[in-house]
């Protein structure tokens, strides 16, 4: 089920956000759409978040973590990931 969110960006955010598509899309050897592109930038910051960084609040490692983990598991996205 999909929830509708609300952003508002600065026309350089837009831009990144155009390039990151470009790019996800490039790497998935087929189109995407922003929703996809971000949804993979999502999941690769949650990877970094965990692998990267000492995160001292074991409650919020564990948020982080089973946030990853119930977006795979419900992955919609097709092949847009890192």
């Not at 350089?12 to 087929?30: I, N, Y």
């Not at 189109?31 to 978040?49: G, H, I, K, Q, Y």
């Not at 995160?55 to 847009?80: C, F, I, N, T």
């Amino acid at each position: 089920m999909a929830t509708d969110v609300v952003l508002r960006l600065t026309e350089q955010e837009v831009a990144a956000l155009d390039a990151l598509t470009a790019g996800v899309g490039q790497l998935a050897e087929h189109p995407v759409d922003p929703e996809s592109a971000v949804a993979a930038a999502l999941d690769l910051c949650l990877t970094r978040l965990l692998e990267d960084f000492e995160l001292p609040d074991a409650s919020v490692r564990e948020r982080v973590s089973q946030a990853q983990e119930d977006m795979r598991r419900h992955w919609s996205r097709g092949k847009a990931c890192f």
